[in-house]
């Protein structure tokens, strides 16, 4: 009988636990289960937002090519200030797809030969001295891209008309032109080949890949995203510039900003750049505007959470990439001026793309049950 | 209990783990191998983390695939049984040796296995249905102690019973932590997938998880109720391959649970392979018994006693540590705490010297992914590593280096948060088996193991 009793009280017990957890008194509001569905999510990356990015990125290194080609047949301040122009809206286009290193751009490497920086001079006058120099080895990233450009058309005089000097008068005025042709046609060939498959085969190879494993799209899509953040903006347009290392400010260089020659424009492309993470986390439509299947509704759908406030994971991820907008904005729009003046600006916004590379780095992918790293092995 | 010792029976349950173990082992080698794991983890690394007072155990860099290679040979050898003292012994060593090598690449498993194969060395797996029997009659066997086959079976009852006491908490049972954001991950599965989306599967399966775990060595155990368990054993191991990326553990566990099955099974077996062998004949039916000698005994009396005590003991160490288990992981290692965290953090280190020298640390250029993604949530490798940046920076010449980290850990859906306190100097902390000061609290309490 006593036997009984306690197994009456035991089972008594494991029934007021189940009820109560399925009460679920962390349970957010009921949630639309679509928000998981992870190929829908591809399906708008792909069509809504990479391919259209893509594609307005390309119409504007068409444009730059054409006037290039037109600058090298026949250099002029109007053709110079017509190139430079063009150079402009396309490097500024281009931070709506730096993101986008995964898939065909990782392939070709795109990232590594279209903005690495700082420039390397030297590495650009030797090449231009010789025709057969190589555009494909790790040393010649600096040597080309966006950054070449910003040191051939805006660096190589003290303004428009000893550059034109350089590529008119000077004995190696030619030679200087068939380096600005050979770095321009360059950069139209490899996006030539990126944008190629993305509007092929890749496309569904890339949405069919459902998965969260390594090497599927969505891993090595966020894989891309964070490391893009935290290495290319917080660190590459932030914080080496800044001096900042780790947590600690040692000796700033502010000649290492980005477009260091054209110099007014550092701030125009970070925050280019950074507007564009922020309209991908949010799943924003480049044709159109409406936000779609994305990172945050999947975060939303996932539940993911502070639970000690209740806020939503994607809440304070937005959140933050607002105070990081507002920081940038305080910011001059010359940030090798912007350095030496009043370099603790700097560092603000850095420490608060610290936090926010924590949300998406950590946060994120642990809700989200990706993996950063690249090792496949059993875990336990 | 003297009576107990004395009984006896039939020696083919403890032949057929030998096989099926020996054998899986030999494919989970080749599988390290073929993978190229064998390079990944032993010989690419710069550094490794070895385990408190093993610190003289380290990678024989290439001579790594010497010893994977012993370790499948006498695998291959076990299972079938020729010189399988020589065998079982250095099946045991290489495997624990390679194990001990580095804290990354531990997982509950090789530890299992570790186990299992210190365990063989003692029983008398070869005296039936071996090379080493076959060659020589006089090693031939039909019956063995029944203790000898119940060791295995109380080995495999406690693992399973701890795996299930250690989802006894609130973060498994009340939280469906952390099943509820890993299923997701699989809802692209054909026909069970889009189950995974709702939550109150997480709850599901982490109950019966949990049920499973602590039931499952009864029904083994009961006859009425066998049949029926191994077919629980086979669909919850098939269904943990299918979701998680466990590798040969599922299927080591399900030949395992075999061991509960009565002789008859296992020696219609037998009879099965060796007719395919083409060896019927040779199979040996007496009532003659395996004996070891009088010293023997003594020994593996003592040895067993201390085995199972250690077995019993270890999952409780943890409650000789003050904070959170699984935030500390202080005695979370050798419990059988199977899967039960998602946890991931980042760890920023800083080393900063008397003369005013700084460096913010690159991990990558220290650890491998797997290390840092390891090194980051426990707090024993970030010292380990700590000490590692210590030491290399002194040998640069640095003046006293002091080592900083900034650390932020997320597990179980909860927002990160630093596990390490930043403003100590882990160049000066020693490691040991007292509780570290330093890991700072959770601040929230998880109930249960």
Redesign the interface.
């Known amino acids: 009988m006593v036997l009984l009793e306690k197994g009456k009280s035991i089972l008594t017990f494991i029934l007021v636990v189940v009820l109560s957890s399925c009460g679920g008194s962390d349970e957010p509001t009921p949630v639309d289960d679509d928000s998981k569905d992870r190929e829908a999510i591809l399906v708008h990356w792909a069509d809504n937002i990479i391919k259209p990015s893509y594609a307005n990125f390309n119409s504007k290194l068409e444009m730059m090519g054409s006037k290039a080609d037109d600058f090298t047949d026949s250099p002029t301040n109007t053709s110079l200030i017509e190139f430079r122009s063009a150079w402009l809206s396309a490097y500024t286009e281009w931070q709506k797809v730096e993101m986008f290193e995964f898939g065909p751009a990782d392939r070709y490497t795109l990232r590594n030969f279209f903005n690495i920086y700082p420039a390397d001079v030297n590495g650009i006058i030797a090449n231009i001295n010789d025709p057969a120099a190589n555009l494909e080895v790790p040393a010649s990233y600096a040597r080309q891209g966006f950054p070449a450009l910003d040191y051939l058309i805006n660096g190589t005089g003290i303004d428009d008309a000893a550059i034109l000097a350089y590529y008119t008068t000077d004995t190696d005025a030619a030679k200087r032109l068939a380096y600005v042709d050979k770095v321009v046609s360059r950069m139209e060939t490899l996006l030539s080949n990126v944008v190629t498959e993305w509007n092929g085969a890749y496309r569904d190879t890339f949405v069919a890949s459902t998965g969260l494993d390594i090497g599927s799209s969505m891993g090595a899509v966020v894989n891309a995203y964070v490391l893009y953040y935290e290495r290319y903006i917080r660190s590459g347009k932030i914080g080496i510039p800044a001096g900042i290392i780790g947590t600690m400010v040692g000796t700033p260089y502010p000649e290492k900003v980005e477009a260091y020659y054209k110099r007014d424009i550092s701030k125009s492309l970070v925050k280019t750049a950074h507007q564009a993470v922020i309209d991908f986390f949010n799943g924003k439509s480049i044709n159109g505007g409406t936000e779609g299947p994305s990172l945050k509704s999947y975060l939303d759908g996932l539940g993911a959470k502070d639970a000690t406030t209740g806020t939503l994971l994607s809440t304070l991820i937005n959140n933050q990439f607002s105070t990081i907008n507002d920081k940038v904005d305080e910011l001059s729009s010359d940030f090798y001026n912007q350095i030496q003046t009043n370099n603790q600006a700097m560092v603000d916004v850095y420490t608060n793309m610290q936090t926010e590379v924590r949300y998406l780095k950590v946060d994120m992918t642990s809700a989200m049950s990706i993996t950063i790293t690249y090792t496949d092995n059993d875990g336990d | 209990m003297k009576k107990y010792f004395q009984k006896s029976t039939s020696a083919a349950p403890l032949a057929v783990f030998r096989i099926a173990l020996g054998l899986l082992l030999f494919a989970s080698i080749i599988r390290f191998w073929a ?1 190229g ?1 064998i390079h ?2 032993y010989i690419e690394p710069k550094y490794f983390f070895p385990f408190f007072g093993f610190e003289f155990v380290t990678s024989p860099g290439d001579y790594i695939y010497f010893f994977f290679a012993l370790c499948g040979l006498s695998a291959f050898l076990f299972a079938i049984g020729f010189f399988y003292r020589i065998a079982s012994i250095t099946l045991f060593l290489s495997f624990t040796f390679i194990e001990m090598i580095d804290k990354s ?5 090789y530890y299992f296995v570790s186990m299992v194969c210190l365990i063989m060395i003692f029983l008398p797996a070869h005296v039936y249905f071996s090379v080493d029997a076959y060659r020589n009659r006089s090693l031939a066997f039909e019956k063995i102690p029944q203790w000898c086959v119940d060791a295995i079976k109380l080995f495999v009852c406690l693992i399973y019973l701890f795996a299930g006491l250690a989802k006894v908490n609130s973060e498994w ?4 932590q952390p099943l509820r ?2 299923l ?5 599965l054909p026909l069970i997938g ?1 189950l995974f ?4 599967v997480a ?1 599901v399966f982490s ?1 019966l998880g949990c049920l499973y775990d602590l039931s499952i060595p009864f029904l083994l155990l009961n006859r009425a109720t066998r049949i029926f368990a191994y077919g629980g054993v086979i669909i919850f191991h098939v269904l943990t391959a299918i979701l ?6 599922p299927y080591i566990m399900i030949a395992t649970a075999l061991v509960f099955f009565s002789p008859d099974v296992h020696t219609k077996l037998l009879k099965k392979i060796a007719s395919l062998l083409g060896k019927s004949n040779q199979l040996v039916f007496s009532d003659n018994r395996y004996e070891y000698n009088p010293i023997s005994k003594s020994l593996l009396v003592s040895f067993f006693s201390v085995f199972f005590l250690f077995q019993i003991l270890m999952p409780f160490r943890y409650l000789a540590y003050p904070g959170e288990l699984f935030w500390t992981e202080e005695g979370y290692r050798f419990s059988w705490r ?2 039960l965290m ?5 760890a ?3 080393v900063k010297d008397k003369d005013g020298k ?4 690159d991990n990558r250029e220290f650890l ?3 290390q ?2 390891m090194m980051a949530t426990q707090p024993d490798m970030i010292l380990q590593y700590a000490h590692i940046l210590r030491d290399h920076y002194s040998a640069l010449g640095w003046v006293a280096p002091e080592v900083y980290v ?1 650390s ?3 597990m179980n ?4 948060k630093p596990l390490i306190d930043p403003l100590t100097d882990l160049a000066k902390e020693e490691d040991s088996f007292r509780h570290k000061p330093w890991i700072l609290p959770l601040n929230n309490e998880i109930k249960g193991f």
């Open positions: 993978k794991w990944q983890l690449t531990y997982l509950n498993h049972l009340l939280n469906a954001i890993w997701p991950s699989k809802n692209d889009s989306n709702y939550v109150w709850y109950w998680f990326p466990i590798g040969m553990f199977v899967m998602e946890k991931y953090g980042q920023q280190f800083m700084y460096a913010a640390i491998t992914p797997l840092e993604k900034d932020y850990v997320a859906g909860r927002l990160g």
